[in-house]
């Protein structure tokens, strides 16, 4: 494992169940993110946790819900999919420098949604 | 929105032969430029990285060139091998916050280098 752990590794859910993806880094890194990945957008950043606060959402629709309870934890709770929303959902940890600067990421290996 | 601008989508070449790949980056204020490489069924993992500061950095087989005037980067894979196939994005972050404290990704090249 490179040190950011993800699961489930495969999710199929029906558009009205509710499921969460956990992430977890041992890195102890002080950001956190989730992407999306499709043939379409290949790396479409979702939302950007630092120091536990939410500082970014890219215009997600509400059916994603993020939540990082602490700096080593980040989950991605989904209720009312579509089916355009299979894709595959990457978590990432990086350290922020000096001045916020961020210095490179280190991702986890997916969950593989599929809405069926 | 800034933009990194990666191509091409994808590359085929033989085994021994040396896919390039560009990147043209806006943010003047970006100063870190990775390379990420990933495997089917894998997330991207961090391969190579330059600062501004030097024109090329080798790591193995890998070759970073950086045109600081041109704000452009390249990724060389010399002597390529079958197990270099895999999809490669070039990143670029700022090291001011106000710019914004995260990567920015190019979309991605598709690398397949036969036996």
């Known amino acids: 494992e490179t040190g950011v752990t993800q699961t489930p590794r495969h999710l199929v859910m029906g558009m009205t169940n509710k499921k969460s993806l956990k992430c977890e880094q041992h890195?102890?890194?002080?950001?956190m993110y989730w992407y999306k990945q499709s043939a379409k957008k290949p790396l479409e950043l979702m939302f950007v946790y630092s120091l536990e606060e939410r500082v970014e959402n890219n215009s997600v629709p509400s059916r994603f819900s993020p939540e990082c309870p602490n700096s080593s934890h980040l989950f991605l709770h989904l209720h009312t999919l579509q089916p355009e929303d299979s894709a595959l959902y990457l978590c990432?940890?990086?350290?922020?420098?000096?001045?916020?600067?961020?210095?490179?990421?280190?991702f986890g290996s997916g969950t593989r949604l599929t809405v069926v | 929105q800034q933009q990194v601008k990666q191509s091409p989508q994808s590359l085929i070449v033989q085994k021994g032969g040396i896919p390039i790949i560009n990147c043209a980056y806006e943010?003047?204020?970006?100063?870190?430029f990775p390379w990420y490489q990933q495997f089917p069924g894998k997330g991207p993992a961090l391969l190579i990285a330059?600062?501004?500061?030097?024109s090329e950095k080798k790591e193995g087989r890998f070759t970073i060139s950086f045109n600081k005037s041109a704000k452009q980067f390249s990724l060389h894979i010399m002597d390529s091998q079958p197990g270099d196939s895999a999809t490669y994005f070039c990143?670029?972050?700022?090291?001011?916050?106000?710019?914004?404290?995260?990567?920015?990704f190019g979309g991605g090249t598709r690398v397949l280098v036969k036996p």
């Open positions: 890195l102890g890194h002080n950001a």
């Open positions: 990143a670029s972050s700022p090291m001011i916050k106000a710019a914004g404290n995260k990567l920015t």
């Open positions: 330059i600062r501004p500061d030097v």
């Open positions: 943010n003047t204020a970006f100063d870190y």
């Open positions: 990432a940890s990086s350290q922020e420098g000096l001045g916020g600067a961020v210095y490179g990421y280190t």
